[in-house]
Nanobody, 128 residues
Framework: DVQLQASGGGLVQAGGSLRLSCVVS????????VGWFRQVPGKGLGGVSC????????AYADSVKGRFTSTIDNAKRTLYLQMDNLKPEDTAVYYC?????????????????????WGKGTLVTVSS
């Protein structure tokens, strides 16, 4: 079974950093595009980052470019999202996800049903 398990959320002050982790099982990183989405309670889902399995190219939402970095550790079967210079508007539940078709900006703009696999969310709260 494919599983994604996200962790690392918490409370941080504006300007601070957090690193989210997503441990995957049931597939390898050379099979699926992987990335992160976030959802503010009461609002829609938004793509944050994507790493394409074909060439490891990355895509980021404009709102996080230059502040967030996503990487993969194959040995640990873990996808990371390093979040620096956090802002209150980054407060959301963050989800890791995987899909074999959508990549890049198509991944970021996908709706929930368009992405095949999802992990449970981890809450990030940024205080001002």
């Amino acid at each position: 079974d494919v599983q994604l398990q996200a962790s690392g959320g918490g409370l941080v002050q504006a300007g601070g950093s957090l690193r989210l982790s997503c441990v995957v099982s049931g597939f390898s990183f050379d099979e699926y595009n992987v990335g992160w989405f976030r959802q503010v309670p009461g609002k829609g889902l938004g793509g944050v980052s994507c790493i394409a399995y074909t060439d490891n190219s990355t895509a980021y939402a404009d709102s996080v470019k230059g502040r967030f970095t996503s990487t993969i550790d194959n040995a640990k079967r873990t996808l990371y999202l390093q979040m620096d210079n956090l802002k209150p508007e980054d407060t959301a539940v963050y989800y890791c996800a995987a899909d074999g078709f959508h990549r890049g900006n198509r991944f970021l703009t996908s709706r929930r049903l368009q992405i095949r696999y999802w992990g449970k969310g981890t809450l990030v709260t940024v205080s001002s």
